[in-house]
C-alpha cells in the first residue's frame, strides 16, 4: 500500500470511527450522564486510528529520490521505512477490528449516503430495528424504497436534498417498513458531511428506535379519545336524561292513575297530579320530603276505615313483596280507589330503593260495571232476575243442596186473564199488569228465595232449604196476593190470577231441566183444573192429584 493510499484509508477509518464515536454518544446521552465517558473513548480511538496515517508537511511534500545503487545510510533508511510501514499496517488492522467492533455495537441506525442520495455505508443495527440486512440496503438502487413507508418517501427525500443544499441538520420522525410488512417509528436526523479538499457532500443519517414511545403516545391518545367520547356521551345522556324527565312528568300528569313513590326512607320523591286529586290534595301541592306518616295522618278523615288501611300498608311493606295484591279503599264519599304497590329494584346490594304505589278511582267503573251486569242478568220492565240468571242460580242451588243433602223447591206460574188485558188495553197496559204482579209477590216472599220472571206472562220462584208443607203454603199465599191485586185502565177495574205448578229437588227430579218440566207439568195441570190454584208435580211419589188453595 502506497503513503497516499495509506493516508486515504486512514482518513476514511478514522471519520468512520469518529461517525461511530457521534452515534454511540446520541444513543448514550439517552441513557445517562456517565455514558459520554464512552464517546470521549471512542473520540480518541478515531484520533489515534488517524495518527498512524498522518505524516507531516515535510514528508507528505518531499519527493523521494531515486538511487540507482543503494549505499548503506541509505539502505539502512530503507530499512528502517519498512519497519515503519509494517508497523503502520498492523496498527491499522487492529484499529479495523475495534471499528468493525464498535460499528456491531451501534445500538441506533447510522448510515451515510453520497451526494446523490445513495447509501454508501448502514451500521448493522438495521438488521435488528427492520430485519433488513446491511447487504440487501446496499444492493438495491434506492434504499429508502426498501425500507421507508411510502407515505413518508416524499418527505423524507425534500428533507434529504434540504439538507444538503443548505447544510442545515434535520430531525423530524419517520416510518420504517421491516422485512415482515410491519411499521417500526424512528426519530431520525439527517446532516451533511464532507466537503473536504475534492469539495464532495455527503449525508449522515442517524435513527433511533422510538416504537415503544409511539404505542404509549397512541395508547395515551386513544385513552384521551376514549375519556372525550365519555365525557361526551355522559352530557349527551344527561340532556336526554333531563329531557326524557320532562317527557316522563308530562305523561304522568296525563294519566289518570294515582302515582306515588315512596324512598326507603319512607319518603315522598314523586306524586303525580291524579294522586293528589284522589287523596285530596290541591293541584299545586309538593309532597316531596314529606314522611309516609303524615301522609296518612292526612289522609285518615277522608276513609270509612283508616285504621283498615294503615294496618295495610303496614302489612305490605313489612311482607316486602314484590308486588301487592289490589286492595279497595272506600271512602266516605262513596268513592271506591285500589292500589297496588312494587317495590323500586335497584341500588348496588339489589335490595331496592323505594316503593312505588298505584292508585285507581273505580267507582264510575263498578258503577258502569253493575249497569251492565244489571242488563245481562235482570229483565229491563219489572227488574226481575231473568232466565239467564235463573239457569245459574238453578244450577248453583242444586249444587249446594246435593253436597248439604238439602231440598230446593221450584214454583213457576203464568197470568191467568193477562192476555184479554193486553188485547183489550194494550201492550202498555199489560206493561203495568206485569210491573203489579213482580211487586206484589216480592212483597210476600222471602229474603232467600229468588223471584225470576222467564218472558211474557211467565215467571218463577226458587225456594232453598224448603219442604212440601213451606212450598204450600208459599203457594197459597201467592195465589191469594194475585188475585188480590187491582188494576184500573180506562175507568175500569181489572185483575188477573195466577196458576201455580211446584216440584221438589230431589224428590220430583234428580237435575235442573228434569225439574223445570215437573214445575211445568204441575202447572199446566193446575190451568187444567180451573186455573188460580196451585198443584205439586204428579212425578212426587204418593201424589194422586192437585193440591189447590
Request: hydrophobic residues 45%; negative net charge.
Amino acid at each position: 500500500m502506497t503513503r497516499r493510499e495509506s493516508m486515504r484509508f486512514g482518513a476514511v477509518a478514522g471519520g468512520l470511527l469518529a461517525l461511530c464515536a457521534f452515534a454511540a454518544g446520541d444513543f448514550m446521552r439517552a441513557q445517562g450522564g456517565l455514558a459520554w465517558l464512552g464517546a470521549l473513548v471512542l473520540t480518541a480511538l478515531a484520533g489515534a486510528a488517524a495518527a498512524h496515517f498522518v505524516v507531516d508537511g515535510r514528508r507528505e511534500g518531499q519527493a523521494e529520490p531515486v538511487v540507482d545503487q543503494p549505499s548503506a545510510p541509505v539502505f539502512a533508511d530503507t530499512a528502517a521505512s519498512a519497519n515503519a510501514a509494517t508497523q503502520d499496517r498492523a496498527g491499522c488492522e487492529r484499529d479495523l477490528s475495534l471499528l468493525r467492533q464498535v460499528a456491531q455495537g451501534v445500538y441506533g441506525i447510522e448510515a451515510l449516503f453520497d451526494g446523490s442520495g445513495r447509501l454508501v455505508w448502514i451500521s448493522p443495527s438495521i438488521a435488528r430495528i427492520t430485519g433488513w440486512t446491511p447487504e440487501r440496503c446496499l444492493e438495491v438502487a434506492d434504499v429508502l424504497e426498501l425500507i421507508v413507508v411510502e407515505s413518508d418517501r416524499r418527505l423524507c427525500r425534500r428533507v434529504l436534498s434540504q439538507v444538503l443544499d443548505d447544510g442545515v441538520a434535520q430531525d423530524f420522525e419517520l416510518r420504517l417498513t421491516r422485512m415482515d410488512g410491519a411499521v417500526v417509528w424512528v426519530a431520525s436526523h439527517w446532516r451533511r458531511v464532507g466537503g473536504g479538499e475534492d469539495g464532495a457532500f455527503g449525508l449522515q443519517f442517524s435513527a433511533e428506535d422510538i416504537q415503544p414511545r409511539k404505542e404509549t403516545e397512541y395508547k395515551l391518545l386513544e385513552t384521551v379519545t376514549e375519556l372525550r367520547r365519555a365525557q361526551a356521551l355522559r352530557e349527551h345522556y344527561l340532556l336526554r336524561s333531563n329531557d326524557e324527565r320532562q317527557r316522563l312528568a308530562a305523561l304522568l300528569n296525563l294519566i289518570r292513575l294515582g302515582i306515588l313513590y315512596i324512598d326507603t326512607d319512607h319518603r315522598v320523591l314523586y306524586a303525580n297530579r291524579a294522586m293528589l286529586e284522589i287523596w285530596g290534595y290541591p293541584p299545586d301541592a309538593n309532597l316531596i320530603g314529606t314522611r309516609e306518616t303524615v301522609l296518612q295522618s292526612t289522609t285518615a278523615p277522608l276513609l270509612v276505615d283508616p285504621t283498615g288501611y294503615v294496618a295495610h300498608i303496614d302489612e305490605v311493606v313489612s311482607r316486602r313483596t314484590a308486588v301487592s295484591e289490589l286492595f279497595e279503599v272506600h271512602f266516605r264519599d262513596g268513592r271506591i280507589v285500589t292500589d297496588q304497590s312494587a317495590v323500586v329494584v335497584g341500588g348496588r346490594n339489589g335490595r331496592g330503593i323505594g316503593r312505588v304505589w298505584i292508585y285507581e278511582d273505580i267507582t264510575e267503573s263498578r258503577r258502569v260495571s253493575a249497569q251492565l251486569v244489571a242488563l245481562a242478568e235482570r229483565d229491563p220492565l219489572t227488574n226481575l232476575y231473568n232466565r239467564r240468571r235463573f239457569q245459574e242460580e238453578l244450577d248453583r242451588m242444586l249444587a249446594e243442596a246435593s253436597r248439604r243433602s238439602s231440598q230446593v223447591g221450584l214454583v213457576a206460574f203464568d197470568l191467568d186473564g193477562f192476555k184479554p188485558i193486553n188485547d183489550a188495553f194494550g201492550h202498555q197496559a199489560g206493561d203495568m199488569v206485569l210491573i203489579g204482579v213482580a211487586d206484589g209477590v216480592r212483597r210476600i216472599i222471602r229474603r232467600n228465595e229468588m223471584f225470576f220472571r222467564l218472558g211474557g206472562d211467565e215467571f218463577a220462584l226458587l225456594v232453598p232449604d224448603t219442604d212440601e208443607h213451606g212450598l204450600a203454603e208459599l203457594a197459597s199465599r201467592m195465589v191469594e196476593g194475585i188475585a188480590a191485586l187491582a188494576f184500573s185502565f180506562e175507568g175500569q177495574q181489572v185483575g188477573v190470577t195466577a196458576s201455580l205448578g211446584m216440584a221438589l229437588y230431589p224428590t220430583s227430579a234428580a237435575g235442573g231441566e228434569a225439574l223445570i218440566a215437573a214445575a211445568d207439568e204441575a202447572m199446566y195441570r193446575a190451568k187444567g183444573g180451573g186455573r188460580n190454584r196451585w198443584m205439586f208435580s204428579v212425578r212426587r211419589a204418593g201424589e194422586s192429584g192437585p193440591h189447590s188453595g
